[in-house]
């Protein structure tokens, strides 16, 4: 539901004029505010990374996908339990 509400303010959905059936997704003038949020975000994140080396970076990404992969074949499992009651 968030995420839906920030998709209405970042673009508006236009019908075609030619296509009926069709939706053109266009952005908003609210996609500079957003900007702003994330450029703020992109800059606190690039500090913290520059304080590593890129072998340590290239461990940290290691860590953070198999971490991952393991999240989402434990859930799966997990799933398989809920689905059976």
Known sequence: MFMESM???VVRRERDPQDRRRVI???SSDVLSLTAIFES???ALGAVCSEYT???L???LDF???TV???QA???ELQKYDSNA
């Open 64 to 66: 953070m996908e198999r």
């Open 25 to 27: 997704i266009q952005p």
């Open 58 to 60: 290239t461990t940290i």
């Open 54 to 56: 890129n072998q340590e």
């Open 69 to 71: 992969a393991v999240l």
């Open 7 to 9: 998709a209405t303010e």
């Open 41 to 43: 975000l992109t800059r």
């Open 74 to 76: 434990e859930t799966s």
